[in-house]
């Protein structure tokens, strides 16, 4: 018998039945169509890209042990993803993606990774002067200005992004930061900006780093007493797009180095675009010197999108997905999820995972459902202004009396408190715990939650204060 597509398959079908349950065979294998067989290669189509993220999630070993159990070692799976263009292209289009193979032996082979999973730098010491050795830039392709929609909510950041794509190091937003709460797409845009300046200038070194593996790194070089070298590496980016930059707060250190870094980059025309959590003005623990040249260019703020760009952004995630979805559901949704993008996001893969498992159909109930689960369960942001707001009120004082001096029992009680669950619940040092409460120093910091410490397991009633005020938190 000729070995088809179709008989490979079916062969592999069979042995993924026997070794999944009947419901997730029934949802998740059999809408899949075999295409063509080239050499080792298998082509599949499947139904959406939605559909194939969650088999590489979750079924990729079995597909790999079922492929080379017909194929042989170098076996190779490649996913076509057929979607329906609903707007206004009647042409259907098809997107071919090989398998990223995480188990496979033979990856290497992959020349087209789906996900950027290697955020480490290859060779983060370059020699000074060496300018042929390749850089990775470590950006996510799949952030792009496509697919980062405007709304009012982010239309200066945008398009002070695309002004900084199109003529890098050219503009007067240098360095740009671009600051917001959590899930509002900070770090999609820098990637986006990132990703177009390379295909707009290939020649140049773009890289980005998180704020946190760039302090590593320094740590690293000064251990193994290489900070020139480290120095030198960043003096030859041309585009350097450093992520969370709030978290060099309290990196004496880091932040030297960094300063030194900027400069370079600065004086000699290249771009710098740094994210952070808030804005300049707001940052604790960051030398002033630091801070004036974050000033130097364009502050631009993401905050949380309208209904409208609520329902633009599910739009497209749909339609990237190639789901469809009635209006009135996705108005429903943009309508009760507010808070970012990533919860919006979050909550319509939600609903169509629940759809597909349960093969029901998306009515305005189970979207209710689905909202109300995910609304119960996404913790709120906690940050220390907010701590201190949630004890100041059960306290019933305002937020100055909370940081005062006095050294009032109830007052003192009420701030060591803030203390702990500052560090409780948020990442800030010690350090930038004190400045923000009061501008007390870090031992005081650690004073406060021993003491909080010890009075819970001795004293009843400042128990129940430690109680209530999690719960306060954690809703």
Not at 33 to 50: E, H, R, Y
Not at 54 to 59: F, M, N, V
Not at 148 to 171: I, M, Q, Y
């Amino acid at each position: 018998m000729s070995v088809t597509a179709q008989t490979v398959w079916n062969s592999c079908l069979e042995f993924i039945k026997d070794n999944i349950q009947p419901q997730a065979y029934k949802t998740w294998f059999e809408p899949i169509v075999a295409v063509k067989l080239s050499d080792n290669a298998l082509s599949i189509q499947v139904p959406s890209k939605f559909f194939y993220e969650w088999l590489e999630e979750h079924y990729v070993k079995i597909l790999k042990v079922s492929l080379t159990k017909e194929l042989g070692e170098k076996a190779k799976l490649v996913y076509i993803i057929k979607m329906e263009n609903t707007y206004g292209n009647k042409q259907p289009f098809t997107e071919k993606i090989p398998s990223s193979n995480r188990s496979s032996v033979k990856s290497q082979e992959v020349d087209i990774p789906l996900n950027n999973k290697s955020p480490e730098l290859r060779n983060p010491f370059v020699i000074p002067g060496i300018r042929n050795v390749k850089i990775e830039s470590q950006l996510n392709p799949n952030y792009s200005f496509e697919n980062f929609l405007e709304g009012d909510s982010n239309r200066l950041a945008r398009s002070a992004g695309l002004a900084v794509a199109s003529k890098p190091g050219g503009t007067s937003f240098n360095p740009l930061l671009i600051f917001g709460g959590v899930g509002l797409g900070k770090t999609h845009l820098a990637h986006a900006i990132g990703v177009d300046i390379k295909d707009k200038y290939p020649e140049k070194t773009v890289l980005y780093i998180s704020a946190e593996k760039f302090t590593q790194q320094y740590i690293d070089s000064v251990k193994k007493n290489n900070r020139n070298d480290f120095i030198h590496f960043y003096q030859i980016i041309d585009v350097l797009i450093i992520d969370d930059v709030q978290f060099l707060s309290g990196k004496t250190g880091t932040q030297d180095v960094f300063f030194h870094i900027f400069n370079h980059l600065h004086q000699n025309g290249k771009q710098v675009i740094l994210t952070s959590d808030k804005a300049p003005v707001d940052m604790q623990d960051i030398e002033q010197r630091l801070l004036s040249r974050f000033k130097w260019g364009l502050s631009a703020e993401l905050q949380t999108p309208d209904f409208e760009t609520r329902v633009s952004i599910l739009k497209n995630k749909l339609y990237r997905d190639g789901v469809d979805m009635p209006d009135d559901i996705i108005e429903y949704v943009a309508k009760n999820i507010k808070s970012n993008v990533r919860e919006l996001e979050g909550a319509i893969i939600s609903l169509i995972a629940q759809s597909s498992f349960n093969k029901k159909e998306i009515t305005i109930d189970l979207a209710r459902i689905i909202v109300e689960k995910f609304v119960k369960n996404t913790k709120r942001e906690v940050s220390i202004d907010y701590i201190q707001k949630v004890v100041s009120d059960y306290f019933q004082m305002d937020i100055d009396t909370l940081q005062s001096k006095t050294r009032k029992r109830h007052i003192v009680q009420a701030r060591q408190l803030a203390m702990f669950f500052a560090k409780k619940f948020t990442k800030a040092s010690l350090a930038s715990i004190g400045s923000q409460i009061g501008k007390r120093d870090h031992a005081t910091v650690l004073h406060a939650c021993k003491t909080v410490d010890n009075l819970s397991s001795t004293d009843k009633q400042f128990k129940k204060y430690v109680e209530d005020i999690a719960k306060k938190l954690s809703v």
